[in-house]
């Protein structure tokens, strides 16, 4: 996954992928809504009745392990139902997955992305999942996986994005953590500069992490990345403002330099600069907390983000959709994917198997049973959803059709001012006519 969510920051370089992805999802547009029925061999019911589900999903061996010990427990208590699982890296998942719908061997349950969500939904090739319990959620989270025509995706789990931090290199500088409640934007700055300055082949920051930092920086400013109605919500002078305050920050010696930058958004948690311990603050999702305070090597302390105003209920957070789980329209055997779906997000067992790994629980009295049994840095990340509940906006409107394109977008312009190839206003309005026609 990017850095966004999951396991790495953006995955492969983008020229190739985005081709690929490209000719992909064209083939999803042209033949998923002629792909009804079939859903390959491996959909089809088996002798005695017994019935054959593919799950797909991206992440890591430790999810890979996980998510195999609770299909082994669904299928203890529904002997009838085989499931059999296909995981991969971020990077290759989504060719391959638009190449599966389009050539009719879609997988049965498909873990899904919000950015993707409508891609699949809008054409048809997504089962509608009424039916699969949802009253343990709350309202917003519902929504994550809900268009007009109905319900995609349920979701997992939940998380915010926070700004990691580093308390030995804080220590090694000399200073103390921020008051995450009441610091600002220049705050930050100053902060950073001197952490860089101070400590030797330590940087005070990471650059943004995309989507989720131009969204977070409209929401502060009462503006949206996109709207309900799947248009831009936002003018070409607030992404000058966006590029010209990183640009400043990379001039002020909080970011390394525009190289650094550069590498610093393809590689996974672990070789990142937060985890490296290479920088003293970062932005990530909460459910990112364990696995790169192991590859840092010390506990990481999530933070929320600095403010224009000072007042942390004007951070513009909201709890996201860590990931979601989707059926394929393609199966022979919805009511069995809708089941295994409901036991992946309401149940006990699975939910003590997933513990944070997938997000916070969205069922209620589960997340209650796995937060009791946390430790370390996922009972920290828990701690954290909670205390910011009451200072949360609103959800953001599900991604608008070819939202996935808008972060290769904003990371490619980000480049192009921190290299001083284009100035923020250039980029900006060359960046906003892309992300106008990717979603248009």
Same mark, same amino acid.
């Given at each position: 996954?990017?850095?966004?969510?999951?396991?790495?920051?953006?995955?492969?370089?983008?020229?190739?992928?985005?081709?690929?992805?490209?000719?992909?999802?064209?083939?999803?547009?042209?033949?998923?809504?002629?792909?009804?029925?079939?859903?390959?061999?491996?959909?089809?019911?088996?002798?005695?009745?017994?019935?054959?589900?593919?799950?797909?999903?991206?992440?890591?061996?430790?999810?890979?392990?996980?998510?195999?010990?609770?299909?082994?427990?669904?299928?203890?208590?529904?002997?009838?139902?085989?499931?059999?699982?296909?995981?991969?890296?971020?990077?290759?998942?989504?060719?391959?997955?638009?190449?599966?719908?389009?050539?009719?061997?879609?997988?049965?349950?498909?873990?899904?992305?919000? @950015?993707?969500?409508?891609?699949?939904?809008?054409?048809?090739?997504?089962?509608?999942?009424?039916?699969?319990?949802?009253?343990?959620?709350?309202?917003?989270?519902?929504?994550?996986?809900?268009?007009?025509?109905? *319900?995609?995706?349920?979701?997992?789990?939940?998380?915010?994005?926070?700004?990691?931090?580093?308390?030995?290199?804080?220590?090694?500088?000399?200073?103390?953590?921020?008051?995450?409640?009441?610091?600002?934007?220049?705050?930050?700055?100053? *902060?950073?500069?001197?952490?860089?300055?101070?400590?030797?082949?330590?940087?005070?920051?990471?650059?943004?992490?995309?989507?989720?930092?131009?969204?977070?920086?409209?929401?502060?400013?009462?503006?949206?990345?996109? #709207?309900?109605?799947?248009?831009?919500?936002?003018?070409?002078?607030?992404?000058?403002?966006?590029?010209?305050?990183?640009?400043?920050?990379?001039?002020?010696?909080?970011?390394?330099?525009?190289?650094?930058?550069?590498?610093?958004?393809?590689?996974?948690?672990?070789?990142?600069? #937060?985890? #490296?311990?290479?920088?003293?603050?970062?932005?990530?999702?909460?459910?990112?907390?364990?696995?790169?305070?192991?590859?840092?090597?010390?506990? *990481?302390?999530?933070?929320?983000?600095?403010?224009?105003?000072?007042?942390? @209920?004007?951070?513009?957070?909201?709890?996201?959709?860590?990931?979601?789980?989707?059926?394929?329209?393609?199966?022979?055997?919805?009511?069995?994917? @809708?089941?295994?779906?409901?036991?992946?997000?309401?149940?006990?067992?699975?939910?003590?198997?997933?513990?944070?790994?997938?997000?916070?629980?969205?069922?209620?009295?589960?997340?209650?049973?796995?937060?009791?049994?946390?430790?370390?840095?996922?009972?920290?990340?828990?701690?954290?959803?909670?205390?910011?509940?009451?200072?949360?906006?609103?959800?953001?409107?599900?991604?608008?059709?070819?939202?996935?394109?808008?972060?290769?977008?904003?990371?490619?312009?980000?480049?192009?001012?921190?290299?001083?190839?284009?100035?923020?206003?250039?980029?900006?309005?060359?960046?906003?006519?892309?992300?106008?026609?990717?979603?248009?």
């Amino acid at each position: 996954m990017s850095r966004g969510n999951h396991s790495q920051r953006r995955g492969a370089s983008f020229g190739g992928r985005r081709l690929a992805k490209a000719a992909a999802i064209a083939a999803v547009s042209a033949l998923a809504l002629t792909a009804c029925g079939g859903g390959g061999e491996a959909a089809e019911g088996g002798e005695g009745g017994e019935v054959t589900l593919r799950f797909t999903w991206w992440g890591s061996d430790s999810r890979a392990e996980t998510t195999n010990k609770i299909i082994e427990a669904y299928e203890a208590q529904n002997p009838d139902v085989n499931i059999e699982g296909e995981y991969g890296d971020w990077s290759g998942y989504w060719d391959k997955l638009a190449t599966q719908v389009a050539s009719n061997e879609a997988p049965d349950i498909i873990q899904m992305d919000d @950015k993707y969500l409508r891609e699949y939904a809008d054409r048809g090739a997504l089962l509608d999942l009424e039916g699969v319990d949802v009253s343990k959620f709350d309202e917003g989270t519902v929504d994550n996986g809900r268009t007009d025509e109905g *319900l995609f995706g349920v979701t997992t789990g939940i998380n915010a994005m926070v700004m990691m931090a580093n308390p030995a290199i804080f220590e090694e500088a000399g200073l103390e953590l921020p008051d995450d409640e009441t610091w600002t934007w220049d705050d930050y700055a100053e *902060l950073t500069r001197q952490i860089t300055e101070g400590v030797e082949g330590k940087y005070g920051a990471t650059g943004p992490n995309e989507p989720a930092g131009l969204q977070i920086w409209l929401r502060q400013d009462g503006k949206a990345l996109t #709207t309900e109605e799947g248009e831009l919500g936002f003018e070409v002078a607030d992404l000058e403002s966006y590029f010209q305050h990183h640009l400043d920050l990379m001039e002020n010696g909080s970011y390394p330099q525009a190289s650094v930058l550069a590498e610093d958004q393809s590689p996974g948690p672990d070789q990142s600069l #937060t985890g #490296t311990g290479t920088a003293a603050l970062g932005m990530w999702w909460t459910n990112q907390l364990s696995a790169l305070s192991g590859s840092a090597g010390t506990d *990481l302390v999530p933070l929320r983000l600095p403010t224009h105003t000072g007042d942390s @209920k004007d951070a513009g957070l909201w709890y996201k959709s860590s990931m979601l789980m989707s059926g394929s329209a393609q199966t022979e055997h919805p009511e069995e994917v @809708k089941e295994f779906i409901d036991f992946f997000v309401n149940s006990q067992e699975a939910g003590e198997l997933n513990l944070t790994d997938r997000g916070l629980p969205s069922n209620s009295e589960v997340r209650e049973q796995v937060v009791g049994s946390l430790e370390g840095p996922d009972a920290t990340s828990a701690e954290f959803i909670a205390d910011i509940e009451d200072e949360l906006g609103a959800p953001e409107a599900v991604p608008a059709m070819g939202f996935s394109e808008l972060q290769d977008i904003i990371y490619r312009y980000e480049l192009e001012v921190f290299f001083e190839r284009q100035s923020p206003a250039e980029a900006a309005e060359k960046a906003h006519q892309e992300m106008a026609t990717a979603i248009g």
